[in-house]
């Protein structure tokens, strides 16, 4: 087993871009999926739609 190298300045703000990088994309698609749930509420939940629901709200969210 090899020893760990100490975080340098470079990896600690490489590894904190890269955590808020995931935090950003999991509260878009927190959203998305939000907003997808609403369109096919709309249409009263009828099979079929669900792609069309999630890339409108796709481009929603975007905006």
Known sequence: MEP???LTKSTRKKATVTA???HIQEERYSHIAVA???KA???GFQPGHELDDWLAAEAEVKQ
């Open 36 to 38: 997808a749930y609403y």
């Open 4 to 6: 760990t190298k100490p």
């Open 20 to 22: 808020n990088n995931e």
């Open 41 to 43: 509420q709309v249409r």
